[in-house]
């Protein structure tokens, strides 16, 4: 499971089950944060108005294909 460096995550209550490995990120990279995007997509995808079940599974597609490294190294500021 990938996570930030939150101390939350590294507390000592927290309890990872013995299936779930976890990966912390390096400190100070929130384009490294799926968060970011997501949000990224939210922002694209937020005034599209699908008419049909196929264009929504579409145009989100459209959206992350067209992510290139330098929007990933523009994410988290």
Known sequence: MQ???GSFHKSASVLFPAN???IFQV??????N???LWQHLKQALAWD?????????????????????????????
């Open 3 to 5: 996570i930030d460096n």
């Open 20 to 22: 779930v490995i976890p």
């Open 27 to 32: 400190v100070h990279s929130s384009e490294l």
């Open 34 to 36: 799926p968060i970011e």
């Open 49 to 77: 108005s699908c008419k049909t079940l196929h264009e929504s599974r579409r145009e989100p597609d459209k959206v992350l294909k067209s992510i290139t490294v330098d929007v990933v190294s523009s994410l988290g500021g």
